[in-house]
């Protein structure tokens, strides 16, 4: 089977990012984008765990990867995430993803009805398609990405301009 190379990205959530990122670097390689800072304020979801006044930040490598390999590469973020774990509560969340010429695709521990099961206890879901020169959003699209597609559109750019690089 021909690989389907990919650009990958993490979606953060937290307050402290800089040793998850060299981590993530460790393991992923050189950072290539980056769009941080943004107060996270779609939700309290993560209020419990992470705290309050969190950051939003997402990160993309210069390597490529093979979209099959999202999957595993999710169960390496959740174990990055219980490494920098205090009292047994997360300090960070990781979603990471990928970006293709046609969508942006997000993986989760969590199943839903628009979700599909990969393996590994492990859901995909089409977070945003790319339709009429743009990434436009699905009903179930995060509002974060909703308001943040300049940024997918970016990521997709830099892909495109490397779709020749072999998958590593």
Request: aromatic letters at 14%; glycine letters at 6%; a positive charge.
């Amino acid at each position: 089977m021909r690989n389907r190379p990919a650009k990958l990205f993490c979606g953060l959530i937290g307050h402290s990012f800089d040793a998850v990122i060299e981590e993530l670097t460790r393991r992923f390689g050189i950072i290539d984008l980056q769009r941080g800072s943004i107060p996270f304020t779609y939700t309290d979801y993560y209020k419990d765990e992470l705290g309050e006044n969190l950051i939003r930040n997402w990160i993309t490598f210069e390597r490529l990867i093979d979209e099959k390999d999202i999957g595993k590469i999710k169960i390496l973020t959740c174990k990055i995430e219980k490494k920098f774990s205090m009292n047994r509560k997360r300090t960070v969340n990781i979603d990471p993803g990928y970006v293709n010429l046609s969508r942006v695709i997000l993986v989760s521990t969590k199943d839903y009805s628009h979700r599909i099961y990969i393996g590994g206890g492990i859901f995909a879901e089409v977070t945003l398609i790319y339709k009429h020169h743009n990434f436009t959003p699905l009903p179930w699209t995060y509002p974060d990405y909703r308001d943040n597609v300049e940024f997918f559109e970016r990521v997709r750019e830099k892909f495109y301009t490397n779709v020749n690089i072999k998958c590593d």
